[in-house]
């Protein structure tokens, strides 16, 4: 069993910063990859981006720039910084795992519960 856990939501005005994280349990040898995907109210859940264990990132464009995605393997942790945040990015931000090798097998696509970043002055 694995689970994800995110934290760092909160309300923030235009301009602003926000660090999101998402540590993941359970009986785990690895994770790869990990990430971040938000969805804002009527839309689709959408990629924001995404980390492999050797550190290659991949970002949406409406983020490049502005956000950072970093890991931290030893702890099964994902970060996503934000900085200079648009009303635009207001959303539940969902964290996954795309392929976690735990003692018991392999769990495909895990996701957290998601943490809501609201951008609003």
């Known amino acids: 069993q694995v689970q994800l856990v995110e934290s760092g939501g909160g309300l923030v005005q235009p301009g602003g910063s926000l660090r999101l994280s998402c540590s993941a349990s359970g009986s785990i040898f690895s994770i790869n990859p990990m990430g971040w995907y938000r969805q804002a109210p009527g839309k689709q859940r959408e990629l924001v981006a995404t980390?492999?264990?050797?550190?290659?990132?991949n970002y949406a464009d409406s983020v490049k720039g502005r956000f950072t995605i970093s890991k931290d393997n030893a702890k099964n942790t994902v970060y996503l910084q934000m900085n200079s945040l648009k009303p635009e990015d207001t959303a539940v931000y969902y964290c996954?795992?795309?392929?976690?090798?735990?003692?018991?097998?392999?769990?495909?696509?895990?996701w957290g519960q998601g943490t809501l970043v609201t951008v609003s002055s």
């Open positions: 980390i492999r264990s050797g550190g290659s990132t």
């Open positions: 996954n795992a795309g392929q976690v090798v735990t003692t018991t097998g392999i769990v495909f696509d895990a």
